[in-house]
Structure formats: structure tokens, C-alpha cells
């Protein structure tokens, strides 16, 4: 195994030009909004982020996502640094431009919090995180829950009326839209960059009374976790919960099991272990609950093996209880030449799908059935690039290529190229 594999960020660069894969007959892109509806949606460059929080806004069609991690590891060295943006930022997915939003008075900046949508209440909220205001020593962790009108952006916080989780980075769960309860699983409370505290309690809190609630499992349970993914199915009452790292999450072996919790009863049941027919182990990827084709579905996070960052897509079918590849996980082409020295071929890329990935934001559109992810940790840095998946069609579209961040050989003159991040 390739233990080094989470630090292959070489000298960062400018990509090439991405290929322009038109989101013309996709969902997110089909609407021509107008000179009028578009203003304001080009004063602000395109924003490179990883460990961010946020939602799609699907009344207003829109990413919104605050905070996260915009340090960019130097040959694989991630030089110790303050840690916590606070800004929010809106990708308007009709006019296909950012805009950072102007607010005032909202929670400290922060990275590797939670964030869920809340259609009923019209809102973002957050929970967790952790921050730093030095470039060394230990990190404040968070367990405060703030919520963004995303009519008005400004930020309330939501105080708990009870004692809750305690304060922690890298948590996971979701919005139970049919309760209103902010379902949250796992995350590590340790203050220390080099140790890790994992967690694997379950916590349930009412956007309306501001009660936390704990969830008692009960039978066999998933290990304590962080870098974990999470998807909450609404109408079945259920937590699906994916992967992630222990102690050793640094350095792996990564976790590859998913579980899913009956809300109800407390119940965890292991549908799936590590096995040569699924994903491989894996930290800081996304899944989501697809309620139309009962499946869970899987993209990216970072290996411990020869390839590091994935761009692969699964389902998991959850009525025959089988993993399918629905996007094939790259292969090394090329191996390292050595630590952080990697050949322009180290993969053969699919430019059908987005550059290899983790850390990044996802959110589902439960209206139009499509999957959106941006920005996260490349093989060549921080990228700032938008695509969908779109559930109906199992494919990919490029909503927004990415101007940094991402490998030269995926670019329109591949070969130009001369070392793989230039």
C-alpha cells in the first residue's frame, strides 16, 4: 500500500483548460436566465475550496457553502497554517457564475463541519466544524448549530435547549425532512492535528423545540469514525453511513463498510462489508439516498492504495444488496517515480467524469434528480470546478470547468503537458 497516498499534492499550477462538456440538455443548465436575473453573478472569481459546509438551494437553484480549508499543500509538505474560512459563497447553477455573499454576524469560520437543507424552513444549517486562528497547535472544535435564510442570508443561531454531542470536527448525517430532526453520526473530538478521537453516537436535534435527543443503538454497531460519508432516507426513517478512518485515519487501512440505522428503533444493521465486488476503503467521499431506484449511491474520497484520490460512482442496490460500478475507479497507468513525483500518464483519465477527488462539497437536488459536486482536494491542489450527476441517466455533466486544481491531462492539449499538475 501506498501509505503516503493523502499527501500527493505536488507544486501546485494552473490547469489547462477543461474540456467543455455542455450542460445544455441538463436540468441544472437548460434555463437561459437572462442579462437581468444573471446580475451580480460575476464579481467574484471562482473560489478553490476542500472541507466546506453547504447545501443546494433548490428553490433558487443554487449552491450555497461557507467556510472550509483553502491551503494548498507544497510539494506533498501541508505546512502548518490558520484554519477556518468564513465566508459564504453562492454558485447560481442557471447563470453558472459565484457570488460571496455580504453578511454579518454568523458563526466563527470554520472547516470539516456539516451542512443540511431544510426546504420547510427555507435554510442552510450547520453544525460543527473546527478552526484554528494560528498556524500551529491545537483546534477549537465546534458543536453550536447556526441556520442561513437563504431568502434574507443572515445567519441565526439555533441555541440548544439541552446539552447535545460533544463539540467535534468531520461529523456526518443529514436533514430528516418528515421530522425536522438534524440527524448527526460520528466525527472526532480531539483538539490535536496528529491524534484522532473517534465517535460513533448518533444524535437527533429538532429545528423547532432546539432539543437534542440521543439515539441508543442497539445490537452491533459501526466503529467510531471520522472522514465518514452519510445520507438520511426521509420516508423510510433511516441513516445510511459509509467508510471513513479510525484512529489510524491518516494512514488507513481505510474503512469501506456501509450500515444503515432504522431512526425508529435504533437498529444498525451492516449491509455490506469490504469486499473485491465494492468500493474500496476509503476516507472523505460522499453518498447520497437515491428514493426513486431505492440505492445508495457513492462518488470519490482518497484510498490507501496506489491511486490515492478516486472518480469513480457506485450504487449500492439496496433489494439485492449489491455494490455496481457505474463509473469505473481509474487505474494507474504510470506508477510514481517516487514520493510526489508523478509522471503526466500516472492515470489514464476519464474525462467523462469529474478529476479524482475528496474533501468536496455534494448536495442532492431532490427535485430534478441530480447530484451536484464542487471543489474539493485534487492530485493537484484545491479545485474550483462544478458537475452534476444525473440520477435518471447515471452520467456526469460539467456544469463549470475548473480554472485550477486540476491535472494537466485532462485538459484540451493534453499533450502539451510536461509534468502532471502544469
Given at each position: 500500500m501506498?501509505?503516503?497516498?493523502l499527501?500527493?499534492?505536488c507544486?501546485?499550477?494552473t490547469?489547462c483548460?477543461a474540456?467543455d462538456n455542455?450542460a445544455?440538455?441538463?436540468?441544472l443548465?437548460?434555463t437561459?436566465?437572462g442579462p437581468k436575473a444573471?446580475?451580480?453573478?460575476?464579481?467574484?472569481?471562482?473560489p478553490?475550496?476542500a472541507?466546506t459546509?453547504?447545501?443546494?438551494d433548490?428553490?433558487?437553484r443554487?449552491?450555497v457553502?461557507?467556510?472550509?480549508?483553502?491551503?494548498?499543500?507544497?510539494n506533498?509538505?501541508n505546512?502548518g497554517?490558520p484554519v477556518g474560512?468564513?465566508?459564504?459563497?453562492s454558485?447560481?447553477t442557471v447563470?453558472a457564475?459565484?457570488?460571496?455573499e455580504?453578511?454579518?454576524d454568523g458563526p466563527?469560520?470554520r472547516?470539516?463541519?456539516?451542512?443540511?437543507y431544510d426546504p420547510a424552513g427555507d435554510?442552510?444549517?450547520?453544525f460543527g466544524?473546527?478552526?484554528?486562528?494560528?498556524?500551529?497547535?491545537?483546534?477549537?472544535?465546534y458543536?453550536?448549530?447556526?441556520?442561513?435564510?437563504?431568502e434574507?442570508?443572515?445567519?441565526?443561531?439555533?441555541?440548544?435547549q439541552?446539552a447535545?454531542?460533544?463539540?467535534?470536527?468531520?461529523?456526518?448525517?443529514?436533514?430528516?425532512?418528515?421530522t425536522?430532526?438534524?440527524?448527526?453520526f460520528?466525527?472526532?473530538?480531539?483538539?490535536s492535528g496528529?491524534?484522532?478521537?473517534?465517535?460513533?453516537?448518533?444524535?437527533?436535534?429538532?429545528?423547532?423545540t432546539?432539543l437534542?435527543?440521543?439515539?441508543?443503538s442497539?445490537?452491533d454497531?459501526?466503529r467510531?469514525?471520522?472522514?465518514?460519508?452519510?445520507?438520511?432516507?426521509?420516508a423510510g426513517?433511516?441513516?445510511?453511513?459509509f467508510?471513513?478512518g479510525?484512529?489510524?485515519?491518516?494512514l488507513?487501512?481505510?474503512?469501506a463498510?456501509?450500515?444503515?440505522m432504522?431512526?425508529?428503533t435504533?437498529?444498525?444493521?451492516l449491509l455490506a462489508?469490504?469486499?473485491?465486488s465494492?468500493p474500496?476503503?476509503?476516507?472523505?467521499?460522499?453518498?447520497?439516498y437515491?428514493v426513486?431506484?431505492?440505492?445508495?449511491?457513492?462518488?470519490?474520497?482518497?484510498d490507501?492504495?496506489?491511486?490515492g484520490?478516486?472518480?469513480d460512482?457506485?450504487e449500492?442496490?439496496?433489494?439485492s444488496?449489491t455494490?455496481n460500478?457505474?463509473?469505473?475507479?481509474?487505474?494507474?497507468?504510470?506508477p510514481a517515480?517516487?514520493r510526489?513525483d508523478?509522471?503526466?500518464d500516472?492515470?489514464q483519465?476519464?474525462r467523462?467524469?469529474p478529476?479524482?477527488?475528496?474533501?468536496h462539497f455534494?448536495?442532492?437536488d431532490?427535485?430534478?434528480?441530480?447530484?451536484?459536486?464542487?471543489g474539493?482536494?485534487t492530485?493537484?491542489?484545491?479545485?474550483?470546478?462544478?458537475?452534476?450527476?444525473?440520477l435518471?441517466?447515471d452520467?456526469?455533466?460539467?456544469?463549470?470547468p475548473a480554472?485550477?486544481?486540476?491535472?494537466?491531462?485532462?485538459g484540451?492539449?493534453?499533450?502539451?503537458?510536461?509534468?502532471?499538475?502544469q
Amino acid at each position: 500500500m501506498r501509505r503516503f497516498a493523502l499527501f500527493t499534492v505536488c507544486v501546485f499550477f494552473t490547469a489547462c483548460p477543461a474540456d467543455d462538456n455542455s450542460a445544455a440538455d441538463a436540468g441544472l443548465g437548460a434555463t437561459d436566465a437572462g442579462p437581468k436575473a444573471c446580475d451580480g453573478w460575476d464579481e467574484a472569481e471562482m473560489p478553490a475550496v476542500a472541507e466546506t459546509m453547504g447545501v443546494y438551494d433548490e428553490q433558487r437553484r443554487r449552491i450555497v457553502f461557507f467556510g472550509g480549508d483553502d491551503n494548498i499543500p507544497i510539494n506533498c509538505e501541508n505546512a502548518g497554517h490558520p484554519v477556518g474560512r468564513y465566508e459564504v459563497f453562492s454558485y447560481d447553477t442557471v447563470c453558472a457564475n459565484f457570488r460571496e455573499e455580504m453578511l454579518d454576524d454568523g458563526p466563527r469560520g470554520r472547516a470539516r463541519g456539516m451542512g443540511v437543507y431544510d426546504p420547510a424552513g427555507d435554510r442552510m444549517i450547520i453544525f460543527g466544524g473546527r478552526s484554528r486562528t494560528r498556524s500551529n497547535g491545537a483546534y477549537r472544535n465546534y458543536n453550536d448549530i447556526w441556520a442561513l435564510n437563504l431568502e434574507t442570508m443572515k445567519w441565526s443561531e439555533l441555541a440548544a435547549q439541552n446539552a447535545g454531542p460533544v463539540a467535534r470536527s468531520n461529523p456526518a448525517g443529514g436533514l430528516n425532512r418528515a421530522t425536522g430532526e438534524l440527524i448527526v453520526f460520528g466525527g472526532n473530538s480531539s483538539t490535536s492535528g496528529l491524534s484522532f478521537t473517534p465517535h460513533n453516537d448518533v444524535w437527533a436535534f429538532n429545528t423547532e423545540t432546539l432539543l437534542w435527543r440521543r439515539i441508543q443503538s442497539t445490537g452491533d454497531a459501526p466503529r467510531g469514525r471520522l472522514f465518514h460519508s452519510a445520507a438520511v432516507d426521509d420516508a423510510g426513517n433511516r441513516l445510511f453511513i459509509f467508510g471513513g478512518g479510525d484512529e489510524g485515519a491518516w494512514l488507513g487501512p481505510f474503512l469501506a463498510d456501509l450500515w444503515v440505522m432504522d431512526l425508529n428503533t435504533g437498529a444498525w444493521t451492516l449491509l455490506a462489508a469490504e469486499s473485491d465486488s465494492g468500493p474500496n476503503g476509503r476516507i472523505w467521499s460522499s453518498i447520497t439516498y437515491d428514493v426513486s431506484r431505492d440505492r445508495v449511491l457513492l462518488f470519490a474520497g482518497h484510498d490507501d492504495g496506489d491511486v490515492g484520490n478516486n472518480n469513480d460512482t457506485w450504487e449500492f442496490d439496496l433489494a439485492s444488496a449489491t455494490w455496481n460500478a457505474i463509473v469505473e475507479a481509474e487505474t494507474v497507468n504510470e506508477p510514481a517515480f517516487a514520493r510526489c513525483d508523478f509522471p503526466v500518464d500516472f492515470t489514464q483519465p476519464n474525462r467523462q467524469a469529474p478529476d479524482r477527488r475528496s474533501a468536496h462539497f455534494a448536495s442532492l437536488d431532490t427535485q430534478r434528480g441530480e447530484w451536484v459536486v464542487f471543489g474539493g482536494k485534487t492530485d493537484c491542489g484545491i479545485i474550483n470546478d462544478v458537475w452534476t450527476f444525473d440520477l435518471a441517466r447515471d452520467a456526469w455533466i460539467n456544469l463549470k470547468p475548473a480554472t485550477q486544481g486540476e491535472a494537466c491531462n485532462r485538459g484540451e492539449t493534453p499533450e502539451s503537458c510536461v509534468a502532471m499538475c502544469q
